[in-house]
């Protein structure tokens, strides 16, 4: 085989590697409210300010993941099984060590833990490492700030519905981080609800 063959199975442009992590999108509501709050923002403090089309809430992040383990992680996600949710995202938090500026829920969403427990228990099952610090849900706006902003609460929380979540890959193109849905799984009604 030569350097430009592929091995069997795989195309020239598949990678042997895949940074994967699964997420919540915003739904299209949500998506005037978070312009909003970045627009009251941004002029709060210097920062790198993630792109509208990846505003996201990480559920799990697998990191690096050999591409034969692909189907590993979405056997996780069918067994994931929770039921959607709709969260109020009102705290604006800036973490130090990591230096983010992000949107958080002032009150628990049980649903929410519920999945992104469930989620992580089936990965591990799986054979997955994953982050020993416990899941916090939160929306990351803005990396490399370096100070808080003047507020700690936004006056209108964002109204974060969810009946899906996520399997994607995280690439880099010239102006960033650059996602891709590889596969979606929805969530069941919440009670009550149709």
């Not at 042997?16 to 999108?25: E, I, M, T, V, Y």
């Amino acid at each position: 085989m030569n350097a430009r063959q592929a091995p069997a199975g795989r195309t020239a442009a598949e990678p042997s590697r895949r940074r994967l992590f699964f997420a919540l999108w915003p739904e299209a509501s949500a998506n005037p409210a978070l312009a909003a709050a970045v627009r009251l923002l941004k002029p709060t403090l210097s920062a790198r300010w993630i792109r509208p089309q990846n505003l996201h809430i990480t559920l799990a992040f697998l990191g690096e993941v050999e591409a034969g383990r692909l189907q590993a992680a979405k056997t996780a996600a069918d067994a994931a099984h929770a039921e959607g949710f709709e969260l109020a995202l009102d705290q604006i938090e800036w973490w130090r060590k990591p230096q983010i500026l992000c949107l958080t829920p002032s009150a628990a969403c049980p649903a929410l833990e519920r999945l992104a427990a469930g989620l992580a228990a089936q990965l591990q099952t799986e054979g997955f490492k994953l982050d020993k610090r416990p899941f916090r849900a939160h929306l990351s706006l803005a990396r490399d700030a370096a100070c808080p902003p003047g507020q700690s609460q936004l006056e209108q929380a964002v109204a974060w519905r969810s009946s899906a979540f996520a399997l994607v890959e995280s690439r880099q193109d010239g102006r960033g981080s650059c996602y891709t849905t590889i596969q979606s799984w929805p969530l069941s009604p919440a009670a009550g609800q149709g």
